[in-house]
């Protein structure tokens, strides 16, 4: 075959598994280039809330943090289990070995890592779980360091100059010293950047684009709008692509191998309707606009496997009128004076617990949609999205976005919801919440369960009565930040057959792959960690099989 160049390793992508390869490549004394199809760079890790789930990663031990890689293990045994060949022992122990080796190469490279204090396992009380933190994280970053790539950098929802924990005190900024403390903390932010002219960004901007300044330094080439729309074969080994470069076709060599890192498919319609459970629409995805899929198919137009392809990380949503993509509700459903029920007026799950696992159960219990109950409680004391407390918008009611009535039954009635069941769930749910304990779905007995609730509110922080007039209501529907399923990968993160074979010389990783996490969502930080770790995996695995 005629190529127009030749690299060592292509990486399809520009997330943070693209970008770990490349690291990891470049560590090898390897040429790397990273091809992107749209015009910003930073994939879904850029757009996310920039962390990372390492079990037993170098800041446990710095800050006195119990763990181990066996407590790591136990953990994703008691959670992931085996949910299919993604989640094999053998990847399993893969990630958990090679997470903690590739923080100490992006450390030594000059990344830097805090541990998010506080930020518990999703499941704390099973065995392994962690209740403090695995979780890693960025300090702010002056995005203006990136240079030329500063306007390519992808921004994702939170755009303020927050670190995690910050964001859930600023929706306590009514209720406690903490919280008013961190807006008078934003707002010093905020004038620094007006005099100064720095350009601050946290969550996935912080991590992405630390991770690309990095990259660039070590001398990643790094090319966007040039999709790849086809896989370069020499015999039976993947040897290249073929891609589309300022509007004209180029063959580019891959001596060493081909990593797939171009994300899953929450914006391709078809796909969704093909593998997902319905109802599923492209309207409610938070996901990266360059999510299309282009890449799986391509891939399994080669023979790849595919696996949990009906997976996605829910993210529990609503859709304000006049928003471009839908509201994340995940603080919201935390905090007290507020459940969730279906078309029967009856809750279903656990409001504050995993996103992923709520919109799995909004599924099961066929409440898609659902509809949030609040009262003037919860109304006057929190936010809700970015709209301050005791702010609601006429716009809100107008639409109908957010229901208000004075009873609940005038707003079951509103709803279309059974008023006699929602009416026995609110005092069943009352005295759970004078009591403090839940004895349905003991919400608030997992340390997750109180990271977005109310920390002053007693006897539960995200438990409280819903009594108050007016009432509130909005719909609820499954949104996400991306698909969790795709490509079936071994534990070198090398793309195999539905027979078990390799492909040679073609890896994966990401949301373009089936996850190591299968169906559940163990910790926060869980999808961008395995895309990170498997792209150093398969990095190093193509170099070195390629040295040998």
């Known amino acids: 075959m005629t190529w127009n160049e030749s690299w060592d390793l292509v990486v399809v992508g520009s997330g943070g598994g693209a970008l770990a390869a490349g690291l990891a490549a470049r560590s090898q004394g390897k040429s790397v280039l990273l091809l992107e199809k749209t015009e910003l760079v930073g994939g879904s890790t850029s757009m996310s809330g920039g962390v990372l789930w390492i079990p037993n990663h170098p800041l446990q031990a710095v800050d006195g943090v119990e763990d181990s890689h066996e407590a790591g293990r136990a953990y994703m045994d008691a959670t992931v289990g085996e949910a299919g060949p ?25 990344i830097a890592f805090e541990r998010a204090e506080g930020w518990a396992d999703y499941y704390d009380e099973r065995p392994g779980g962690c209740p403090r933190s695995r979780s890693l994280i960025c300090p702010m970053f002056d995005a203006r360091e990136l240079g030329e790539f500063n306007a390519k950098l992808r921004r994702g929802p939170i755009t303020l100059p927050v670190t995690a924990m910050e ?28 005099v100064t002219g720095k350009q601050w960004v ?3 901007g912080s991590l992405g684009g630390r991770v690309l300044k990095a990259a660039l330094e070590q001398g990643v080439e790094l090319r966007t709008c040039a999709p790849v729309i086809d896989l370069a074969f020499e015999g039976e080994r993947v040897a290249g692509v073929i891609a589309t470069i300022a509007g004209t076709e180029q063959r580019i060599q891959a001596r060493d191998g081909v990593v797939i890192a171009a994300g899953g498919f929450s914006h391709n319609a078809e796909m969704r309707d093909r593998y997902q459970p319905h109802p ?26 595919t696996d949990l392809l009906d997976q996605t990380i829910w993210i529990p949503s609503s859709l ?14 935390a905090k007290p004076h507020l459940i969730v029920v279906d078309k029967n007026g009856k809750r279903f799950a656990d409001e504050a617990c995993s996103y992923m696992e709520f919109g799995q159960a909004m599924y099961a219990a066929e409440a898609v949609p659902a509809y949030i109950i609040l009262d003037s409680q919860h109304r006057n004391s929190y936010p809700w999205g970015t709209t301050p407390p005791g702010k609601t918008p006429a716009q809100w009611i107008e639409t109908g976005y957010m229901k208000k009535a004075g009873s609940l039954a005038e707003l079951a009635g509103q709803r279309g919801i059974d008023p006699v069941g929602l009416s026995s769930t609110v005092e069943r749910f ?15 007995d997992r340390v997750y369960d109180t990271v977005w609730a109310d920390f002053t509110h007693k006897p539960s922080p995200t438990l409280g009565t819903i009594e108050k007039a007016p009432f509130y209501s909005v719909e609820l529907v499954p949104g996400d930040v991306g698909t969790f399923g795709g490509i079936l990968t071994d534990e070198n993160a090398r793309v195999v057959r539905e027979d078990g074979s390799v492909i040679q010389g073609l890896y994966a990783t990401g949301n373009s792959t089936a996850s190591v996490m299968g169906r559940c969502y163990p910790a926060a930080g869980a999808s961008i960690a395995a895309s990170f770790v498997f792209g150093y995996v398969a990095a190093l695995h193509a170099t070195r099989s390629n040295a040998a």
């Open 280 to 305: 599923s629409t492209t309207e409610w995805t938070n996901a990266n606009p360059g999510d299309t899929g282009d890449l799986i198919r391509i891939a399994m137009a080669h023979g790849a496997a």
């Open 167 to 194: 964001g859930v005190l600023l929706t306590l900024a009514k209720k406690s010293l903490k919280g008013l403390l961190t807006v008078i903390k934003l707002a010093w932010r905020l004038g620094v950047m007006r």
């Open 430 to 444: 009352n005295g759970f919440a004078r009591s403090g304990r839940d004895a349905d779905f003991r919400r608030g």
């Open 86 to 110: 993604s989640t094999s022992p053998a990847r399993k122990e893969a990630f958990l070995r090679a997470g903690p080796d590739m923080v100490s190469m992006m450390m030594q490279q000059g």
């Open 320 to 333: 304000p009128p006049g928003s471009a993509v839908p509201s994340m509700s995940v603080p919201e459903l």
């Open 202 to 204: 946290t969550s996935g």
